[in-house]
RNA sequence: GCUGAAGUGGUGGAAUUGGUAGACACGUUGGACUUAAAAUCCAAUGGCCUGUAAGGCCGUGCGGGUUCAAGUCCCGCCUUCAGUACCA
């Protein structure tokens, strides 16, 4: 009977779900365990086999700790809003709802051929109405909540209202808009309700503001810090300008400190706590002012340094700062814009490519310094960024590398005083002095001979003292833009009077998406949903009405922005313990019972933005008392990518004939890249098929190398451009799922990166027939009840110990080694032993969980394996009478004596000292000593 | 520049955390079975030295060090990958 793959993984596929086998319940005896993969956007391409890695991983655990007595939740779904949906709209008129469930569809049907074991009746779906009505509603709690600073914690703006109408905004210490003016109570209720509702938005924890945005033109959307890379948008790599608009911000820097503490609260990589900790960029320093002369205004910079305050000699302000108009005197006016002008036509990307260039212009005003009353200079330079602190810093030479170079730049002007150095000991002719540790003050009066930690305490208290300045947090993290002009996304649930936005009531949820008659912005610019003609909010009515019936006294217009990517994927955990709710977005019983994520298990390309995003919902969730975790994710596993191994012809330049790879230097070539299904496994081409593949290379000509043509190889990010894709569906059918699972397992470590090879596949695919032919004696089935030997205890419970410490520490390469030399060794041993065979096909099944079901089902269980107990591990099998111990003399003669294990530590050294051959190894020396580690290994030191 | 990770045979990768480096697999070579191929099975496989065997020497990016003993620990370099960047 051979192992046939496609019949046994078509049925127990079928059985799994027809009995709904992996069906989580929300109560349970058992300890829980929520094992998550982050959700796929569902793509046109489908699944590659780099998709699964992750997904194999953590259904291997799922399985595992079902094996080990936990209720598991493990689901599935997906991010199903997104660019690619809605430009294939753009081309192609196809409504991207039509798209993203055929996409969806392909998607199952190839997971379902790998044998998750997800719980499917949880699945959710980002753009499913029945899903984003909570992602808007979760907007609407924002949008009705504050930060209030000394709870410090997010509260309902009900709350803040009260205050304001029985004491103003003098007390209320929260974070909010910079510019709020102080009102009183009075004040406050004699606002018009408009007034009260401009107010109010300053503080909400999202909030309509006129924000500098990344636009990029050719996408038509504004893009996050985090889906810009290198200056240019991450899908497309299209240019990104800066532009003011009206957008929807998330007040995510009211959570700074709060994201930066829980990081100490979870177990994820350093790498990636890093990550987020570098985007939250905390730095601890002090806000100084300084008065300008002959101006009322002040300018107010934050500086990490302020024990260095003596040593500022002058000022620089970002070009964009909005002073430098008002105090540019008019000798330098020329000057000074003529400089803007430059600056403001160098694209971000140049800035950013060109820091080396030293570029500023003095404005002509000067700043007097807050101690010596000296008059400071106050420059313009555009390594001053306009987006960080202030926009402005006090320039301390001396002591920061960029304010050196500037310094030295322009020391031939006037108006750039000489350095002083304030720094006791130290040698600045070269360069700035900038090791805070090492650092005594000198030449700075109060400051003298104090060390940074007690300069800065003292300088923050003198400043104090004078009214200017004080001690001081920045964060680099900023809000959240939260508007796309995109049509695939969540709708607002906002509608307009007088211009003030209003929320949709709740009970009124969702609203769903108009229709549109293409999914382009309109010719005035407004976002895709302009163009919908049923696109008004009846506020009597409470719902959505035709346009034409606008009247701003009872139908409203209704917010054209839809939220970005991240909106659902912020919640998208919770609502997996308790998909189906119509009430709630969860209900608290099940939220209380599967709390948060126990591992979660996907890219690194979130560091920044998913995995911020959804840690700063979270935690407003708990603060508004709808969820009691304060983290979604307790342990995190980033998976290395899979990546393709492109096949390269080399054409000569041309002509249309192809070379192969040893003989490309002789001619002057171009590489193309070519379907790497046309190569075999010894780099060899299919010429034929190459002909047939494409038009191109109908009639080309090929010279060969040894009659054969040699392509060349690269490693690099599976694509179909690249025409490197290999997709699991081909390999489960020739090798079986249970082989691409062990497979992509084998590969190496999981966190690692890795090219994928087909070739080494048969290794795994012969283990499990050889597994397969362990249970069976030629035609049936073999095995018996028969006493396990000892041979066959060792094997199996190293085997279990191994398997159980790899699978805790997700080193999941090795355990497939482990589970081959078991089969060879028992297969050796001849076992057909009952009690060892059912053991080891629980070890192997999270792993190849068919095969397992099958051979389960023939040892006459009637219930899946998943039911099964994990073999538990006694010592006392491994045990031996005796022990190999490795001995050595000054590290260079080496043998192994075999002793018995329970000899003390003397009576080894004796063992050994008697020993002839010791003896004789020993010939000539003197042995000092003896060196007995217990229960491991021997020295002899001669 | 900074931060993080890594560097082991022809290849992917093991190594109980300081204890016989190269497990396991691929590939390669030889053999068995076949008319042949595929499949399967067996054997060899880090390099070098000695005619063989026995044996020896060298070997974990480079150079030092600690130790009876270093892939593993310490110091100084080199290289690769990833993230981030004028953050005051």
């Known amino acids: 009977m051979s192992y046939d793959f496609n019949i046994i993984e078509a049925r127990w596929q079928k059985y799994w779900a027809e009995k709904n086998t992996f069906k989580a319940e929300n109560n349970s005896d058992k300890p829980k365990y929520y094992v ?14 780099g998709h699964p890695l992750g997904y194999i991983a953590s259904d291997i655990y799922a399985r595992y700790k079902r094996h080990k007595g936990f209720n598991v939740l493990h689901p599935q779904g997906y991010d199903s809003f997104g660019l690619p949906a809605e430009q294939y709209a753009i081309q192609t008129g196809q409504h991207p709802a039509i798209t993203t469930k055929e996409n969806i569809a392909r998607y199952r049907e190839q997971l379902d051929k790998i044998g998750f074991s997800f719980d499917w009746s949880r699945e959710v779906k980002t753009s499913d109405p029945n899903f984003y009505k909570w992602t808007q509603w979760i907007f609407i709690e924002l949008f009705n909540s504050w930060y209030d600073k000394d709870a410090d914690k997010a509260r309902a703006i009900d709350d803040l209202e009260t205050v304001f109408t029985s004491e103003g905004n003098a007390k209320v210490n929260a974070v909010c808009d910079e510019n ?73 820097s009211a959570y700074a400190e709060r994201l930066l503490q829980g990081l100490e609260t979870i177990d994820w990589t350093d790498s990636l706590k890093e990550s987020q900790r570098n985007w939250i960029g905390k730095s601890v320093g002090a806000s100084v002012t300084f008065a300008i002369n002959e101006h009322d205004e002040i300018i107010e910079v934050f500086t990490t340094r302020p024990d260095t305050i003596f040593g500022a000699t002058f000022m620089t302000l970002a070009p964009e700062h909005e002073l430098v108009a008002k105090i540019t005197t008019p000798e330098q006016k020329a000057d000074v814009e003529a400089y803007i002008e430059a600056t403001a036509k160098r694209s971000e990307r140049e800035r950013m490519a060109d820091v080396k260039t030293i570029s500023g212009v003095f404005t002509g005003a000067y700043a007097e310094h807050p101690f010596t009353k000296k008059p400071v200079p106050i420059w313009i330079g555009d390594y001053v960024l306009a987006g960080y602190g202030t926009g402005a810093v006090m320039a301390v030479p001396c002591g920061d590398q960029r304010d050196y170079d500037f310094a030295k730049y322009f020391a031939a002007k006037p108006s750039m005083p000489a350095i002083t150095n304030i720094f006791e000991g130290v040698d600045i002719s070269e360069e700035a002095f900038a090791d805070k540790e090492k650092t005594i003050i000198a030449n700075s009066d109060f400051l003298n001979g104090l060390n940074y930690k007690k300069a800065t305490k003292t300088a923050i208290y003198e400043l104090e003292k004078l ?75 409470n719902e959505v009405v035709s346009n034409d019936k606008i009247d701003h006294k009872t139908v409203f217009p209704l917010e054209l922005n839809t939220m970005p990517g991240w909106a659902g994927s912020s919640w998208y955990p919770f609502r997996y313990m308790d998909a189906g709710n119509d009430a709630e977005f969860a209900s608290a019983e099940a939220m209380q019972y599967w709390q948060n994520v126990d591992l979660y298990i996907g890219g690194n390309e979130h560091a920044t933005g998913h995995l911020l995003y959804s840690r700063f919902w979270t935690k407003f969730l708990k603060d508004r008392a709808y969820l009691t975790v304060d983290e979604p994710f307790k342990k995190l596993i980033n998976q290395g990518m899979i990546l393709g191994t492109s096949a390269i012809v080399y054409r000569i330049s041309g002509s249309n004939t192809y070379v192969s790879k040893g003989l490309k230097d002789q001619y002057e070539t171009e590489e193309l890249r070519v379907d790497v299904s046309l190569i075999n496994n010894s780099d060899e081409l299919n010429v034929d098929a190459l002909r047939k593949w494409q038009p191109q290379f109908n009639d080309a000509d090929f010279e060969l190398e040894d009659g054969k043509y040699i392509v ?23 090798y079986g799922a249970d082989s ?53 205890l060792k094997t199996l419970h190293k085997t279990i110990k191994k398997v159980e410490e790899d699978i805790e520490n997700f080193s999941f390469n090795t355990s497939v080694s482990t589970f081959m030399i078991a089969v060879n060794e ?64 000054n590290g260079k003669m080496r043998f192994t004596m075999e002793l018995s294990l329970d000899l003390s530590k003397d009576e080894i050294e004796e063992a050994v000292m008697a020993h002839e051959k010791t003896q004789e190894q020993l010939a000539g020396r003197e042995p000092k000593k003896v060196i007995v580690v217990p229960g491991k290994i021997v020295n002899v030191v001669g």
Not at 37 to 48: I, N
Not at 712 to 734: A, H, L, T
């Open 740 to 792: 691409l699972r062990l497979y992509e397992m084998f590969l190496g470590p999981l966190e690692q990166a890795k090219p994928w090879n087909t070739a080494g596949i048969t290794g795994v695919h012969s283990f499990l027939k050889k597994l397969w032919k362990l249970y069976h004696d030629g035609e049936t089935f073999g095995v018996t009840d028969t006493e396990p030997t000892k041979n066959d």
């Open 712 to 734: 060349g190889r690269e490693v690099e990010k599976m694509s179909k451009r690249w025409f490197n894709v290999v997709n699991p569906d081909g390999i489960c059918e020739q």
């Open 36 to 49: 998550l993969d982050m959700f796929p956007y569902p793509s046109g391409a489908g699944l590659h086999v």
């Open 180 to 252: 709020i003016t102080p009102f009183t109570a009075g004040d406050w209720n004699s606002f018009s309700s408009k007034e009260k509702q401009e107010v109010l938005l300053k503080y909400r924890l999202t909030y309509l503001a006129e924000t500098e945005v990344n636009w990029c033109p050719q996408l038509g959307t504004v893009l996050a810090n985090d889906e810009i890379v290198n200056g240019v948008s991450e899908r497309g790599g299209y240019p990104v300008i800066r532009k003011k608009m009206t957008q929807w911000s998330m007040r995510i």
């Open 467 to 541: 009214g200017q300045g004080q001690g001081k947090t920045n964060y680099r993290l900023r809000d959240a833009v939260f508007s796309r002009q995109r049509y695939w996304g969540e709708p607002f649930p906002v509608y307009y009077v007088d211009g003030m936005p209003q929320m949709i009531d709740v009970a009124h949820l969702p609203l769903a998406l108009p229709e549109v008659e293409k999914y382009l912005p309109t010719e005035t610019g407004e976002p895709p949903l302009g163009r919908a003609d049923v696109w008004a909010w009846d506020a009597q009515k």
């Open 826 to 889: 028992l297969t050796a041993q001849k076992c057909t032993s009952r009690a060892i065979l059912e053991s080891l096909i629980v070890l192997i099944s999270p792993y190849a969980p068919h095969i397992a079901e099958e051979l389960w089902c023939k040892l006459g269980h009637k219930e899946s394996i998943s039911t099964a107990a994990f073999p538990v591990f006694e010592e006392k099998h491994l045990v031996e009478s005796t022990k190999q111990y490795p001995i050595s003399f």
